[in-house]
């Protein structure tokens, strides 16, 4: 089975994260969001769930997933690879960072406050940035780039 998870990984908000503070992400109608889901799992239960138990519960929400199905769902899930949290819209628009503890928890933190910047300058975590939302302009004009 394939996995999400990082572990004593900071990812560092997408070098394109239009934000200079971050923000909620908006619910649209009755409709929650990937965004708005991530963020509510993870910022009411810091270190609870590993981005795996994230992404999953998020896919197993908007997918209706029944609790006999779930397993075989989760199996089915991550038999194929899945993007990970550094594709999320959390770190890629909304500009959080999200921490992976030693044993794959995740917390998210404000891209203004002092907690992210510690997480940045900590020596004994990995580093990584969110994926950046547009192509890079070198790889648009050179594609073998």
Excluded at 10 to 39: H, L, R, T
Excluded at 119 to 143: C, G, I, Q
Aim: hydrophobic share 30%.
């Amino acid at each position: 089975m394939k996995t999400t998870n990082y572990y004593d990984t900071f990812i560092a908000v997408a070098e394109d994260c239009p934000v200079d503070a971050a923000e909620i992400p908006p619910q649209k109608n009755d409709v929650k969001s990937v965004a708005n889901m991530q963020f509510e799992w993870i910022n009411k239960q810091p270190y609870k769930y590993t981005s795996d138990e994230v992404i999953f519960g998020v896919h197993a929400i908007r997918n209706d997933v029944s609790e006999k199905d779930m397993e075989k769902e989760r199996e089915k899930f991550f038999s194929k690879g899945q993007a990970c949290l550094r594709a999320s819209p959390l770190a890629k628009r909304y500009g959080w960072g999200i921490h992976h503890d030693a044993e794959g928890r995740v917390a998210i933190f404000p891209i203004e406050s002092e907690e992210y910047d510690k997480l940045t300058e900590d020596k004994n975590v990995k580093h990584v940035k969110a994926m950046r939302s547009k192509r890079n302009d070198k790889a648009k004009k050179n594609p073998e780039v």
